[in-house]
C-alpha cells in the first residue's frame, strides 16, 4: 500500500519545520514534495527548472526564491506554471507530476493537475485556493500504516492545516 499523506503549511517557515521533522522521523527526500506559489516574482515562467540536490537551494535563488536550506535539500526544485494560478515552485516528485500535468492543465488548472495525482476534487480544489492565497502543500510518500500515521502525527503537532491522505496514482 502507497498512500500519499498532504497537508498545508501557512507559510515558508512552517513549512520548512514540516520538512525537517518528516526527515528526521527517517522519510527520505525523495519522497517529500513541497508546491508554493512564487511570490518573488510578478512574471509567469514559460518554462521549467530541473535540478538534482544539493543543487536544489542554488536553483531557488535562480528562479527568484529565497528558499530556505531544509526545502532546497528535496529531490528537485524549480518552477512552472500553471494558467490561472502563475508561478509555482515545487520541489520533490511533485515537481514532476504537475509539470507533465501542467502542459494540459489550462482546463482544469492546479486541481486539475492535484486531482491527475489521486487527490479526491474537494480537497484539490480547497487546496488550489489555499496555494493560490500565498500558503504551501506538502505531500509524502507513506508506505506501511505506520508511517501514515507517523506524518500524520508530525504535521498535526505542527499545527498543519487540511491534513488528508490518498492512495497514490501513477505518475
Do not use: W
Not at 513541497?34 to 535540478?51: G, I, M, N, R, W
Not at 536553483?59 to 518552477?79: D, E, H, S
Request: hydrophobic share 45%; proline share 4%.
Amino acid at each position: 500500500m502507497t498512500k500519499a499523506v498532504f497537508c498545508i503549511a501557512q507559510n515558508l517557515e512552517q513549512t520548512e519545520i514540516i520538512v525537517n521533522h518528516l526527515t528526521t522521523a527517517g522519510f527520505s527526500t525523495n519522497d517529500i514534495s513541497v508546491l508554493f506559489p512564487d511570490k518573488s516574482t510578478t512574471q509567469d515562467f514559460a518554462h521549467e527548472k530541473h535540478t538534482k540536490a544539493p543543487e536544489g537551494a542554488a536553483i531557488g535563488g535562480t528562479v527568484g526564491l529565497g528558499t530556505g536550506a531544509v526545502v532546497g535539500l528535496l529531490a528537485g526544485i524549480g518552477a512552472l506554471a500553471i494558467p490561472g494560478v502563475g508561478p509555482l515552485i515545487a520541489a520533490g516528485p511533485i515537481l514532476a507530476a504537475l509539470s507533465g500535468a501542467a502542459v494540459g492543465a489550462a482546463t482544469g488548472g492546479l486541481a486539475g493537475g492535484l486531482i491527475g495525482l489521486g487527490i479526491p476534487e474537494y480537497e484539490a480544489k480547497r487546496y488550489e485556493g489555499k496555494i493560490k492565497g500565498g500558503s504551501a502543500l506538502i505531500s509524502v510518500h507513506a508506505k506501511t500504516s505506520e508511517e501514515i500515521d507517523q506524518a500524520k502525527d508530525i504535521f498535526e503537532k505542527a499545527h498543519a492545516e487540511d491534513i488528508s491522505s490518498t492512495e497514490e496514482a501513477s505518475v
